[in-house]
């Protein structure tokens, strides 16, 4: 009778399919030369024609980071990296003055996005869902910009807005996020050079899906985005990000940044299906994802939403967190976090109590197969001020093989005595019961693998935008085949 | 017993847990629309031979050939002997956290569709064909949308059991106590089922300890194992004697 590890043949197989998007675009890119000092922080805001204050701004950004030193209290392996090496700016050249439209983007780009099944055209517009896609340094294009404007939702790149829309930007960016936060959103304040920013005014209910694809493609460029979402009094809209990038032998860097507001009553929904290559079988190459995320609860009854599928990336360090400020405003966090082979992902949340009667969620799901580390670092801070907050934190581990492992750093700092804090936590392995049940009914270990795991997430996968919650499940399925042995 | 070309032949089969022998050698036929019920004292290997049969990864055939519709069943993986047409039954099935009762059927109705060269079903015949089973099975529609086994009771598993059974229509159900934990309707819903399947030609092989149900079976074998052999052979007289008397054998029966 075969054993276990032979009837799991077929998964090795499908588990060393290699990474799908790892393609790279030939296109000519008008890039700076790697290197990173003031001068890079001025050419950068002087080639995007940006107003003083941001200059300003990044400058001081760029003080304090020099100043600060690298995170290190992840459970994490990070290789240092040369920033001087690194390039800060890369703009495909077709685009040096800005696409006035789709019809001007370069096909090149077009073809790539369509390639990643993020359509900018004809067959978005079928999808009813608005796009805003970023190559490199640039956004490339946003779609239904138009119709969204009918209703005065602003879906802009942040450049965009930056021209456009300066007051909001001064007024908001770094409201949530401030430019010293942390050491890689200090780098980002300095050297961002594009991103996405939505804007939905008064009691205005999005009326489509927004969504950002990001993609990063110049052999030796750090990726710094910024996006922004400003939901005013009474708003409502859901956001979903997607990533990808090619397959390369060294590291790459990606330092993002994303700031939310809600105001009194409004709502905001912010998905994440991260996809970037994670390395390969003996873990080289592949993303260094290092993301500050923040949600402001900034009014009475506000509520903000974070779901997140990472499922590439050599390393994860993102905490989308919550800072729940008006009265009765409410925070969640629904996570899926894959790693598998060397892939290490340290993720989580913070949900920061200031208000009164202010509750939070997380529910983290973290699977780990092959050589993989995940961690679950969270924290509840409850303040003097936050009477009558409630936070409820599901945390579950599944373990695929026998090389893995995952952890569990949950904080909770509390206040107050009236605070209720709940956290229940469970590490379990799929079950050789439960595959073989699978299998006596005729499921192959794969399909049995795939099932096991969406059971495992669902909760998670229920919250996410209809259109992407198949997309989600799929990658879900590819990330892990070949997992059980 | 020997028949010509019976639809499950098993010769000489010895199987291993870990160091200790659990089936010592065990030869039998079952013909197509035939049924068999196993008996035999708790530990006498009744479950091993399903198991066995299944391809549970920890029972390790040491010895012996099994041969299903002229296929050679040890050398397949356990996915590949469902899908040629072996069902058995769990004592204790396994739940599936978060993974509904309907998608999980269909993907092993599917499975075993595709090797038997049929066209999968869709969400939407599938439904049409479970709620009608599910019916005749007089199970509640709302088993189909809840999670795998999650929360059911012991009868309800093995509901869900003869559900999946009704459904996936093999060649050969190896049903493991199906009617323990079972309220009197369930048992009634696994006569009428094992009926139907027998009259399309499915073979059965039944372990129970319920006269009652045996009975109602109308079993062709009635077969005694004892310390993994199979001690003796016989029709419903056996298994009305087993039940009057216990297992308690005599040496010189147990060597028939």
């Given at each position: 009778m075969p054993s276990p590890t032979e009837q799991a043949a077929p998964l090795v197989q499908a588990l060393e399919r290699p990474y799908q998007h790892g393609f790279v675009t030939d296109i000519e890119s008008d890039a700076l030369p790697p290197g990173l000092d003031e001068d890079t922080v001025r050419a950068i805001s002087l080639r995007k024609r940006e107003p003083d204050f941001l200059l300003q701004?990044?400058?001081?950004?760029?003080?304090?980071?020099?100043?600060?030193?690298?995170?290190?209290?992840?459970?994490?392996?990070?290789?240092?990296?040369?920033?001087?090496?690194?390039?800060?700016?890369?703009?495909?050249?077709?685009?040096?003055?800005g696409p006035k439209s789709l019809a001007e983007v370069d096909p090149?780009?077009?073809?790539?996005?369509?390639?990643?099944?993020?359509?900018?055209?004809?067959?978005?517009?079928?999808?009813?869902?608005?796009?805003?896609?970023?190559?490199?340094?640039?956004?490339v294009g946003t779609t239904f910009r138009e119709q969204l404007s009918k209703v005065g939702v602003v879906f802009c790149s942040?450049?965009?807005?930056?021209?456009?829309?300066?007051?909001?930007?001064?007024?908001?960016?770094?409201?949530?996020?401030?430019?010293?936060?942390?050491?890689?959103?200090?780098?980002?304040?300095?050297?961002?050079?594009?991103?996405?920013?939505?804007?939905?005014?008064?009691?205005?209910?999005?009326?489509?899906?927004?969504?950002?694809?990001?993609?990063?493609?110049?052999?030796?460029?750090?990726?710094?985005?910024?996006?922004?979402?400003?939901?005013?009094?009474?708003?409502?809209?859901?956001?979903?990000?997607?990533?990808?990038a090619p397959q390369r032998d060294e590291h790459q860097l990606h330092a993002a940044v994303v700031e939310l507001v809600a105001h009194d009553d409004a709502y905001i929904k912010y998905s994440t299906v991260q996809n970037w290559y994670p390395g390969d079988e003996?873990?080289?190459?592949?993303?260094?994802?290092?993301?500050?995320?923040?949600?402001?609860?900034?009014?009475?009854?506000?509520?903000?939403?974070?779901?997140?599928?990472?499922?590439?990336?050599?390393?994860?360090?993102?905490?989308?967190s919550v800072v729940l400020r008006g009265d009765d405003s409410r925070g969640e966090f629904h996570s899926i976090a894959v790693s598998n082979h060397y892939q290490q992902a340290d993720t989580g949340t913070k949900m920061i109590h200031l208000g009164r009667n202010t509750k939070s969620r997380i529910v983290s799901k973290g699977i780990s197969a092959g050589h993989a580390h995940n961690s679950y670092r969270g924290l509840v801070r409850i303040a003097p001020t936050a009477q009558g907050a409630h936070n409820h934190t599901q945390c579950d581990s599944l373990l695929i093989g026998r090389d893995c492992g995952a952890h569990t750093f949950p904080y909770i700092d509390t206040a107050r005595s009236d605070a209720l804090v709940e956290h229940e936590a469970t590490t379990t392995r799929i079950s050789e019961e439960r595959l073989f049940y699978c299998q006596q009914r005729g499921i192959d270990p794969q399909e049995a693998t795939a099932l096991i795991v969406g059971g495992f997430c669902q909760a998670v996968l229920e919250e996410l935008p209809m259109e992407f919650a198949l997309e989600a499940k799929a990658l879900l399925a590819v990330s892990l085949e070949g997992a059980v042995g | 017993m020997t028949t010509p070309n019976p639809l499950l032949q098993v010769r000489d089969l010895r199987v291993q847990i870990g160091d200790r022998n659990i089936l010592k050698s065990v030869s039998l036929d079952v013909p197509a629309g035939s049924l068999v019920v196993l008996m035999g004292a708790n530990g006498s290997g009744k479950s091993t031979l399903g198991l066995t049969l299944a391809g549970h990864p920890q029972y390790h055939v040491t010895s012996g050939q099994v041969v299903l519709d002229g296929q050679d069943l040890l050398a397949m993986n356990a996915?590949?002997?469902?899908?040629?047409?072996?069902?058995v039954s769990f004592q204790s099935p396994p739940d599936i956290p978060g993974v509904k009762n309907n998608l999980f059927i269909r993907s092993a109705l599917n499975a075993v569709r595709e090797a038997r060269g049929q066209e999968p079903l869709d969400a939407f015949d599938f439904l049409a064909s479970a709620r009608t089973a599910a019916q005749q099975l007089g199970l509640p529609e709302a088993m189909l949308a809840r999670p795998v086994n999650e929360g059911f009771s012991g009868g309800e598993r093995k509901r869900n059991e003869l559900l999946q059974l009704a459904l996936l229509q093999p060649r050969l159900a190896f049903l493991d106590e199906i009617d323990s934990g079972m309220d009197v309707d369930g048992v009634r819903a696994v006569v009428q089922l094992v009926h139907q399947l027998r009259a399309k030609g499915t073979a059965l092989v039944v372990i129970s300890h319920y006269l009652?149900?045996?009975?109602?079976?109308?079993?062709?074998?009635?077969?005694?194992?004892?310390?993994?052999?199979?001690?003796?052979?016989?029709?419903?007289?056996?298994?009305?004697?087993?039940?009057?008397?216990?297992?308690?054998?005599?040496?010189?029966?147990?060597?028939?």
């Open positions: 701004w990044r400058l001081a950004a760029f003080k304090r980071w020099q100043a600060m030193e690298p995170p290190a209290w992840g459970r994490l392996q990070v290789d240092a990296i040369d920033f001087q090496a690194l390039c800060y700016y890369s703009a495909p050249k077709s685009l040096k003055d090149k780009l077009l073809e790539t996005y369509e390639k990643l099944g993020v359509p900018l055209h004809e067959r978005a517009r079928l999808a009813g869902v608005a796009v805003d896609a970023v190559f490199d340094s640039v956004s942040f450049s965009h807005a930056v021209e456009h829309y300066p007051e909001l930007i001064e007024r908001y960016m770094g409201s949530v996020v401030p430019v010293g936060d942390n050491y890689y959103a200090a780098l980002n304040s300095a050297v961002f050079s594009d991103g996405s920013f939505v804007y939905i005014p008064k009691g205005v209910r999005c009326p489509m899906e927004l969504s950002s694809y990001f993609r990063i493609n110049a052999k030796g460029t750090g990726q710094f985005e910024r996006t922004l979402i400003i939901a005013e009094e009474g708003s409502h809209v859901s956001y979903l990000e997607g990533c990808t003996q873990g080289r190459g592949g993303i260094y994802n290092f993301v500050t995320k923040r949600g402001l609860c900034a009014g009475q009854r506000s509520h903000i939403a974070w779901t997140q599928i990472e499922t590439g990336s050599a390393i994860t360090w993102k905490y989308p | 996915h590949e002997r469902a899908r040629a047409g072996l069902f009652h149900l045996i009975e109602s079976l109308e079993p062709d074998t009635v077969l005694r194992l004892d310390q993994g052999c199979i001690a003796e052979t016989g029709g419903l007289e056996l298994a009305r004697s087993i039940a009057q008397t216990g297992f308690a054998r005599s040496p010189e029966l147990a060597e028939a």
